[in-house]
């Protein structure tokens, strides 16, 4: 079991930053990925971000690239989500999840993680 505990959420305007946690506790595993989704009112939850823990490969949906930088702090067993230029389109309830899986075509792949976190809001006013 693997248990995750996301913070960091709120409203913030249009070019303003915000950053996400993501902490994981729980079995220890040696190779695994850490995924950030969003999902926003009326529509499916969306692939954001994902970092493989051992390697540190990085990937992202092509809306967030160059604004959203996700990493990862091994020592704490925390991953973030750093937002920069939010735009109003961002809005949605954001959540961490984790998946034994570390290819790419496999972890931008909601049903592919196995534990989620309970989701933080992230709000951008325009």
């Known amino acids: 079991q693997v248990q995750l505990v996301e913070s960091g959420g709120g409203l913030v305007q249009a070019g303003g930053s915000l950053r996400l946690s993501c902490a994981a506790s729980?079995?220890?595993?040696?190779?695994?990925?850490m995924g950030w989704f969003r999902q926003a009112p009326g529509n499916e939850r969306v692939f954001v971000a994902a970092?493989?823990?051992?390697?540190?490969?990085?990937y992202y949906a092509d809306s967030v690239k160059g604004r959203f930088t996700i990493s990862r702090d091994n020592a704490k067993n925390t991953v973030y989500l750093q937002m920069n230029s939010l735009k109003p389109e961002d809005t949605a309830v954001y959540f961490c999840?984790?998946?034994?899986?570390?290819?790419?075509?496999?972890?931008?792949?909601?049903?592919?993680?196995?534990?989620w976190g309970q989701g933080t809001q992230v709000t951008v006013s325009s």
């Open positions: 999840a984790w998946s034994p899986r570390i290819r790419m075509l496999l972890v931008t792949i909601s049903n592919n993680y196995d534990y």
């Open positions: 729980g079995r220890s595993f040696s190779s695994f990925t």
């Open positions: 970092i493989t823990w051992s390697g540190g490969n990085t």
